[in-house]
């Protein structure tokens, strides 16, 4: 795709709302107040796991401003799961229960006339509870004899997939590896906290307004917990700052609605950052044990792959993670006898939900880890070893799954060819043989990632198309956009195919009573799926303004070509019709340039990434500065550059911030210890390294004008690249994150 080829793909377009977030002025549910709200807030457990013996609403509910308390007494028994893909999946939650199972969990809420009156009512709320044994630890809570946090027990249900004969493939090695492997909970820290307005009028409709990544999901979800026909539940994510997979869940919702039913006022619930590090979800933490069997020329012969997730206190995402997780393990290296093994187990730790690579990040974190040594120890450049182990483009999986056109292998060419990787090597090697204060390390990763839900579940998205009375147009999606651009792809695919400019298309998005059905803003489905939706209403509209403009020029469609707002003869621009005109002829005609398309797929091509990182290590502060940094990806065609590259820096960002500093931590009582962004170690800009990004010039022949999806795949080799790159700087292998400066240090004496 060039830009000779295309008027709009190809081209680096702003996201839609670019100018509306510089100045300002886009209104986020936080900025919304409707005539008679009220403000909600929750009171949390101070216990990890605790049955609530008795509690007294009385006091708060006499504060004068308070219009309502609740707790588990007034909520619906319904349980429900939170996340909305896994809906129906061990549904463990209630809106308030009478246990509470983290530090955090919610216990009661008021709805007062403001926030100061509604916290001075929470104080006036009294709990007693009888404390529970409480477990922290995975391992732990699976064992037998635990104290069950839910019913059930607390293993959800285990994951085993492989592949192969394992058993033959390690007594076909010549050497076998094991490890283990830690990787912490981490927030997701979006700019906008949680946050809900919800109203519930005289008619019985219940409208919940929130920055959600799936509308339709927490609809289901509403409907489901307060036995409601979903025609009476509308929800509606005008704008959003920030998800990276925490905004799929149900968080405050349930909680705005039961208070905005039981007051009959709108009320609206913000979390602050204290609260959103406390209770809201996270990406899972994890315990990774690795064995692999390797011959001496480099060859792979079986990988078994063992990982308890923690769950945290309620299922959430973490089924379709460890399933996900699970998929994508093959797809990527040509093992061919492989075994993955998860066992997702509830533990005392706020609820583990989606985040951005969805299980991916700790997986490769631990294969590419672990592969660096086994290529060190076999003295392999690793490049050359991941290389030889990993698939071809156009071929299946050991499962037979189609991996589409992943070029990972020409991803590593190039990246060594932009890093300059073999000059690279030479001054790591020349940093260790001088043994001074600084030490130089570069590492590699590799990882791929679908675009799609790899027929989990079906997987559609609905785009209508209308053009208006003066040749404008408006789409209507059900497509969630984070910030990352997915609705301007989708209005770039809609220009390039009908001609109508980008600024004559409104988008009107994520709203389930306009809207046609989306399975939400996930599993790096936006360019892909709602993307091919998009192209599949535009090619259809195209055929409408052809017909009319066809009547119009009175000449044959194959003479005709649209763009710049008008229809005009091939080889003849000043013989045209505005769209304005081939609208009006449309109505004249009795005919209406409207059309509404499903896309729906089970495929899921893989996109593929791989990433080289330089770092430089002061061995006498264990202070790791990343130098500079290149990411190759193969996305298929690019549609926006502008977008994909972005994508890219904020998906490495993340990842550095994961190998390096972030992590969640819990006291011996299971309380955050850090309550603030400052605590939560995020990678700042000034500590980002010189990065080139590079998009191999690919193809997929599935996606829409031959384009794939980048989201996920952009942040999931990162932390391994930086790890593997501090190992080789340091000669310490590390196998949990993040890496502190006294990691560093500490490993460093033993040496």
């Not at 609809?219 to 917990?225: D, M, S």
């Not at 075994?339 to 706020?350: E, F, L, Q």
């Not at 991916?360 to 490049?383: E, H, K, T, V, Y």
């Not at 990806?633 to 820096?649: F, I, K, R, T, Y």
Request: net charge negative; glycine share 10%; aromatic share 8%.
């Amino acid at each position: 795709m060039t830009e000779k080829e295309n008027k709009v793909l190809g081209h680096g377009t702003p996201v839609a709302d670019a100018v509306l977030k510089v100045t300002g002025k886009l209104r986020y549910v936080g900025d919304m107040k409707l005539p008679g709200m009220l403000y909600g807030k929750i009171l949390f457990s101070p216990y990890p796991h605790a049955r609530i013996v008795s509690i007294d609403l009385s006091e708060a509910e006499k504060l004068p401003g308070v219009y309502a308390a609740v707790c588990y007494k007034d909520a619906p028994e319904q349980r429900y799961n939170g996340n909305g893909e896994d809906s129906d999946i061990l549904s463990s939650e209630r809106v308030f229960d009478n246990k509470v199972r983290y530090v955090g969990d919610k216990v009661a809420a008021v709805a007062a006339i403001s926030e100061e009156i509604a916290a001075k009512a929470l104080k006036l709320i009294h709990v007693e509870y009888e404390e529970l044994p409480f477990y922290l630890d995975p391992e732990e809570a699976a064992k037998e004899e635990a104290c069950p946090i839910h019913e059930h027990g607390n293993i959800l249900e285990e994951v085993d997939l492989s592949c192969g004969n394992m058993e033959e493939g390690f007594a076909q090695a010549d050497e076998i590896y094991e490890d283990v492997f830690e990787v912490p909970a981490i927030h997701h820290a979006p700019m906008e906290p949680h946050v809900s307005l919800c109203d519930y009028d005289m008619d019985g409709k219940l409208t919940v307004y929130t920055p959600s990544q799936d509308v339709f999901g927490q609809r289901k979800n509403l409907a489901k917990i307060f036995h409601m026909p979903m025609n009476k539940v509308r929800v509606l994510s005008p704008a959003m700052g920030g998800g990276f997979g925490g905004k799929i869940d149900l968080v405050t919702e349930p909680v705005c609605a039961l208070l905005a039913m039981k007051t009959g006022h709108p009320v609206k619930i913000v979390y602050t950052r204290r609260e959103d590090i406390q209770s809201g979800t996270t990406r899972h933490a994890e315990r990774i044990y690795v064995r692999t069997g390797v011959k001496k020329d480099g060859h792979i012969t079986a990988c078994d792959y063992k990982v308890y997730l923690s769950a945290g206190a309620q299922t959430g995402a973490t089924m379709s993670v460890a399933w996900a997780a699970g998929g994508k393990f093959f797809k990527i290296f040509s093992i061919p006898n492989m075994h993955y093994h998860a066992i997702p187990v509830y533990t005392n730790r706020s609820i583990a939900g989606a985040m951005r690579g969805f299980g991916s990040p700790q997986l490769f974190f631990a294969l590419n880890n672990q592969f660096n040594q086994i290529a060190n120890r076999l003295g392999m450049d690793f490049c050359t070893f991941e290389k030889m182990n990993m698939h071809d483009p156009k071929t299946c999986d050991q499962n037979g799954e189609k991996l589409g056109n992943l070029r990972i292998k020409d991803c590593v060419e190039e990246g060594k060819r932009l890093f300059e990787w073999e000059e690279a090597v030479q001054e790591q090697k020349r940093s260790a043989k001088e043994n001074g204060r600084y030490r130089i390390g570069v590492g590699m990763a590799a990882a791929p990632h679908g675009s799609s839900l790899f027929g989990i579940m079906p997987d559609t998205c609905g785009v209508m198309l209308k053009m208006n009375e003066d040749g404008s147009a408006t789409m209507f999606t059900g497509v969630s956009d984070m910030g990352n651009g997915s609705n301007t792809t989708q209005l770039m695919l809609v220009s390039e195919i009908t001609g109508i400019s980008m600024d004559r298309i409104a988008c009107v998005k994520t709203d389930t009573e306009t809207t046609l059905f989306d399975v939400g803003a996930y599993a790096s489905r936006g360019t892909y799926v709602g993307g091919n939706a998009a192209l599949k209403a535009a090619v259809e509209m195209q055929k409408k303004i052809m017909t009319e403009a066809k009547e119009l020029l009175e000449i044959p469609e194959d003479r005709i070509e649209l763009g710049d707002n008008k229809a005009w003869e091939s080889g003849n621009e000043e013989h045209f019709v505005t769209m304005e005109q081939i609208a009006q002829h449309a109505h004249e005609k009795e005919r209406d340039i409207a059309v509404t398309s499903v896309f729906g797929t089970k495929a899921a091509p893989i996109s593929g990434g791989v990433h080289f990182a330089k770092v430089r290590v002061d061995m006498e502060t264990g202070e790791v500065k990343v130098l500079n940094y290149t990411a190759v990806h193969d996305v298929g065609a690019v549609l926006n550059p502008l977008s994909l590259e972005g994508q890219v820096h904020g998906g490495i960002m993340m990842g550095l911030g994961y190998a390096l500093s972030e992590g969640i931590q819990l006291n011996e009582k299971g309380e955050v210890k850090g309550k603030n962004l400052r605590d939560c170690h995020l990678f700042h800009a000034d500590q980002m390294p010189e990065i080139q990004v590079k998009f191999l010039d690919s193809y997929e022949e599935t996606g829409p004008c031959g384009a794939k999806s980048v989201g996920e795949c952009a942040t999931v080799p990162s932390a391994a690249a930086v790890c593997n790159a501090v190992s080789n700087a340091t000669g310490i292998y590390f196998h949990k994150l993040p890496i502190r400066k006294e990691d560093i240090l500490c490993q460093n004496r033993q040496l």
